[in-house]
């Protein structure tokens, strides 16, 4: 049971946007910054947005997040087939004194 | 550019001591900035941090995997190293190492390749 509660599928076809939601309690989306992973299959997450809606050098401006209260989103707009992967947020738990992970989303590009 | 290389066994029997390095290169395990940890993923799961190392050589864990974990830098060698006691099946997971900043959500911003460990007798 992971900490951060995400849907477990979201799809969509080439072109639309599609958001993933996220989430958690007090301790962590409510007072922290949220990160986004993506990880495509077999191989290893990669930091897709941090500090809630800063994108690492490289990725697309088609990727944003944005965070209310104890929720968080990540948008992705333009879909490509290319963003078919599992998407998972994280957030620091000020609690537990470490990171937690929502259960990840699997993106299905139609 | 920052690599985390990890090593160590595939296969570790139960009640036996899981052992992992990361080698980082491109950038020195000795910074003050950063935290050095580990995160695992249990074949078809999700993610679960497991712990971190801090430049001042404290280390945290998560709760749930009790007292079982150990955290350690190596500067000599450029590495840091995981060791989880008392493995059971549960513990068969992919385990990742990655570089952590503690700063703007503290994201793990480096990964290492992930290693496949299996518990088996």
């Known amino acids: 049971q992971s900490v951060l509660t995400q849907p477990p599928s979201a799809s969509g076809t080439p072109g639309q946007r599609v958001s993933i939601s996220c989430s958690g309690s007090s301790s962590n989306v409510g007072s922290n910054s949220v990160n986004w992973y993506q990880q495509l299959p077999g191989t290893a997450p990669k930091l897709l947005m941090y500090s809630t809606t800063v994108r690492p050098s490289g990725v697309p401006d088609r990727f944003s997040g944005s965070k209310s209260g104890t929720s968080a989103s990540l948008a992705i707009s333009g879909l490509q087939s290319e963003d078919e992967a599992d998407y998972y947020c994280?957030?620091?738990?000020?609690?537990?004194?470490?990171?937690?992970f929502g259960g990840g989303t699997k993106l299905t590009v139609l | 550019q920052l690599q985390l290389q990890q090593s160590g066994p595939g296969l570790v029997k139960p009640s036996e001591t899981l052992s992992l390095t990361c080698t980082v290169s491109?950038?020195?395990?000795?910074?003050?900035?950063?935290?050095w940890g580990w995160i695992r993923q249990p074949p078809g799961k999700g993610l679960e941090w497991i712990g971190n190392i801090r430049y001042s050589g404290r280390t945290y864990w998560n709760p749930s995997l009790k007292s079982r974990v150990t955290i350690s830098v190596d500067t000599s060698k450029n590495q840091f190293s995981l060791k989880l006691s008392s493995v059971t099946a549960a513990d068969t997971a992919v385990y990742y190492c990655a570089r952590q900043r503690p700063d703007y959500g503290v994201p793990f911003d480096y990964w290492g390749q992930g290693t496949l460990v299996t518990v088996s007798s």
């Open positions: 994280a957030a620091w738990d000020d609690s537990l004194n470490g990171a937690v």
């Open positions: 491109g950038g020195s395990i000795s910074s003050t900035t950063y935290y």
